[in-house]
């Protein structure tokens, strides 16, 4: 009988040392124009593009969040790891380069018997979470299609565990078929992001709909505020 996600998220979470370095995870970084991340996929084009031309300062409450998600993180594939043993990878990194550009990734657990990607995503905002959001499809089906270029195999499911930040028990678990014609277009807007960055052309902003409270957490918003007169009161829609 195969075990289900809900009885492996159910098991007992403290199962191990909790290793990776809390300042290796929090140190101050900038992107390398080139190099794209798939856990960028679907994000503010502008955002990214200042990401990879400003230091990123990492403040102490962004710090809590790292930990807090690293900590979630690390148990749940600590659980799937035991149950699933040699059939699961857990951080499996995948390079490939596409049309000039490298595109990078890590998947959080693979279950290679069943060709299945779980992505984990902490969250304080559970309750209101009502399916995969469209970035997060972007970024499963990066992470499908780079799989599928450097091994050949073909994913057949793609999921994703929100998990509560604070109540460990509480976690949301949907999944998709993977669509390749998402990564596809994934690829493009990582294209014009490399043009952009090479050409030194700021693009225009282009959170998704439902996507402005980013802004308000956004480290360049007074900058957006000062490119686009009145983008604060567009942003409110
Ligand atoms: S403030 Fe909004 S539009 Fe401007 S860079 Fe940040 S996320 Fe993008």
Redesign the pocket.
Known sequence: MSIKDEEILAMPRMTGMFKTSFKELTKSRKGKVGNYRCSASG?????Q??DYTNKIKVGRPTQNVFLLGHWHHYLIQSNYNKVHGDNCTIEYSLESLIDGIHVTGHIDILLHDIARIIDIKTTSNLYNIKGISEKHEKQLNMYAYLYHLMTGIKIKELSIIYQDSYNEEKHKIYSIKPNEQIALAQIEEFKSLHNSLESRDVPV???AEG??W???R????S???EMDAG?EDV?IR
């Open positions: 994000l503010c084009m502008r955002k593009y200042f902003w282009n959170v996507d402005e980013m802004c308000y956004c480290q360049y918003l900058i957006c505020n983008f942003i």
